[in-house]
């Protein structure tokens, strides 16, 4: 059975959503799913000041966990068009994994989330799709097969990058139903990738 990892950070828990999303999605396709968190970098006084979400119930995440897995689903928010700087940080110490070549091969995707429709989703998934590639990932997007990402009456994320979902400044939005499939079905086509792969 495919081991497919959901690694995440999310501040105010809209990644935390999507990210048991994802996992629900890989786990209709057959797979073993773990949801972990990458660890907090910001003091604790200043997290709990702006509000973060502290009351996360998956664990935190360490790098040698990351060649336990088959697939690895990677989600969080945008910080200025590019991934949050826990995230960063987390891949920033995967030097001896990529040295070893200990993630060539496996399966690779990203989501995530801005707080307008315009707020750099596309450059955030790039942004994790290219530590993937240099760990030598195989990437799975969110092809057009979800049709959810092709209408355009209601507000909402995804793209053939990966899925996302769009929090509105004061972060009051919540992921949508449509968001939240979009999510499920990236999830389910890892699985189902790595599945082919891995068995």
């Not at 509105?168 to 999510?183: T, Y």
């Amino acid at each position: 059975m495919a081991r497919v990892l959901v690694l995440y950070y999310s501040s105010y828990g809209h990644i935390e959503t999507m990210a048991e999303a994802v996992a629900e999605g890989a786990r209709n396709a057959g797979a073993e799913v773990d949801i972990k968190r990458v660890p907090e970098t910001v003091p604790q006084d200043v997290a709990q000041n702006a509000h973060f979400k502290l009351d996360q119930a998956a664990p935190v995440a360490g790098v040698e966990d990351l060649e336990q897995y088959d697939a690895i689903i990677v989600g969080v928010g945008t910080r200025y068009g590019r991934m949050a700087s826990q995230m960063a940080a987390f891949w920033d110490q995967t030097g001896p994994l990529w040295a070893r070549g200990a993630l060539n091969g496996k399966v690779g995707a990203a989501f995530t989330s801005s707080a307008t429709q315009h707020g750099g989703q596309e450059t955030t998934q790039f942004s994790i799709i290219t530590n993937l590639l240099h760990m030598g990932l195989i990437i799975v997007g969110l092809p057009y097969a979800f049709q959810g990402q092709m209408g355009v009456s209601e507000v909402t994320g995804c793209s053939p990058y990966g899925a996302s979902t769009i929090t509105d400044g004061d972060g009051s939005r919540q992921p949508s139903e449509n968001e939240l499939n979009g999510a499920r079905f990236q999830g389910e086509l890892v699985a189902k990738t790595a599945i082919k792969l891995f068995g």
